[in-house]
């Protein structure tokens, strides 16, 4: 392996160790996002609450479903007799619970059979709503901390205090007489809003808390507030649970094999480094492994070796005349290619045009063209007159 390219690996390799403990030694910041998962650790995910939920309700079977409630409950109605084969309370915890049509009637279905829906959340479905004959009525007064309390006469009345990221809306309803208060919540005027009510549907009913903010871990995490988290469960009274969560569907959130690798900022940087890490050594090694490139000599010009070739030839054999002839025309066609004049007459007037166009002095223009017409008009040419020639030619420009 040549010494270059274990330079870069090592290099690669101190920059991995490096990348690797400061992301192990630095402090993470604290995620305050709120997702409302149950294997979220973070201050509002449901991870207590996933852990604590058989003691909630040990008394009780607790099924986790990811599938939404029409396609769970469609698998356990009899339509022979048009009930279902199991009976329980629905349980949905989520920051705005997104139920579908089919299974808001199913819900519904479910619900006048006999069976119970606790829903917590701070966003309901408009269909929800319409059917049930409640609202959600948002405050805009700030407030640093929110008393809630529990309406049940078994229980001594109790306030639980939470002071982080609560939500000031409260239920409103226009059936006083069915639906019943479970629970309040103290406003900025020390008033109390309703935050858990009970509406019967059939022979059902339908459990709906506003704050779902107090099941997150932040807050069970607080002893008085897991008692009153306890005593909210405590409605929940039917033999069976269905906990109900988009978080326990197994294809939830695993549609890429990146997704974890990108959800941890270690495993994120070190595979951007490997990535990088990678182009370097295709790059170094494409380098390494290219063919080399011959060098391609241009073309010599031999015009001017073929020139010296003929006059050679001419001059050895002392015709001077010819060579003076030859000599004459490519320098009348060089004329005629430069300056685009007729060389058929070289007479005053060309002579002029000449000089007018080139910028040669006159008297040079003169000499050079009176030379020129004395030896086109020779039979015989001596060699010193070719050097002459030969000479004029080649002063022949600007000074």
């Known amino acids: 392996m040549p010494k270059s390219i274990r330079i870069y690996i090592f290099i690669l390799v101190l920059i991995f160790i490096g990348t690797v403990w400061v992301d192990a030694n630095k402090q993470k910041p604290i995620d305050w996002k709120p997702t409302y998962a149950n294997s979220d650790k973070i201050p509002y995910g449901l991870y207590v ?11 009780q079977k607790l099924e986790k479903i990811g599938a939404t409630p029409y396609e769970y409950f469609d698998d356990k109605y009899n339509y022979e007799d048009s009930t279902y084969t199991v009976k329980g309370t629905v349980l949905y915890i989520d920051n705005e619970v997104e139920i579908d049509n089919s299974s808001l009637d199913e819900l519904f ?14 966003r309901f479905e408009n269909a929800l709503k319409d059917s049930l004959k409640f609202d959600i ?31 000031t809306g409260y239920f409103t309803f226009t059936d006083s007489i069915t639906t019943e208060i479970l629970g309040y919540q103290k406003a900025m005027d020390q008033s109390l809003k309703a935050n858990f009510i009970r509406i019967p549907y059939v022979n059902g009913n339908f459990y709906l808390h506003s704050q779902p903010i107090a099941f997150t871990n932040y807050n069970l995490l607080k002893k ?24 326990y ?6 549609k890429s ?7 941890e900022p270690a495993l994120k940087s070190v595979w951007y480094l490997f990535i990088l890490g990678f182009i370097i050594f295709m790059i170094f090694n ?7 490139i011959p060098i391609v000599e241009p073309l010599r010009n031999t015009t001017v070796d073929f020139a010296k070739t003929i006059g050679n030839l001419y001059y050895l054999e002392g015709d001077h005349k010819n060579i003076i002839d030859k000599k004459i025309i490519f320098f009348l066609e060089k004329i005629r290619n430069e300056y685009y004049l007729d060389t058929t007459t070289l007479d005053e007037k060309f002579i002029n045009r000449l000089h007018q166009k080139s910028g040669i002095k006159k008297e040079l223009v003169l000499s050079t063209i009176t030379k020129i017409n004395y030896l086109r008009n020779k039979q015989n040419c001596t060699e010193k007159e070719l050097i002459d020639l030969n000479n004029a030619l080649e002063n022949f420009k600007k000074d």
């Open 49 to 59: 609450f996933d852990k604590e939920a058989e003691g909630l309700f040990k008394n």
């Open 109 to 122: 279905y479910f619900a006048s059979r006999g069976n119970d829906v606790f829903i917590s959340s701070t």
């Open 137 to 167: 009525v948002h405050s805009n007064a700030f407030q640093d901390t929110i008393a809630f309390s529990v309406t049940n006469k078994n229980l001594k009345p109790k306030e639980y205090y939470f002071d982080k990221d609560f939500e």
């Open 224 to 247: 008085d507030n897991s008692q009153y988290i306890a005593q909210i469960s405590s409605y929940i009274n039917q033999d069976t649970v269905f906990w109900f969560s988009k978080f």
């Open 249 to 254: 569907d197994k294809n939830f959130g695993s």
């Open 257 to 263: 094999k990146l997704d974890y690798i990108f959800s």
């Open 286 to 292: 494409a380098k390494r492994k290219q063919r080399v």
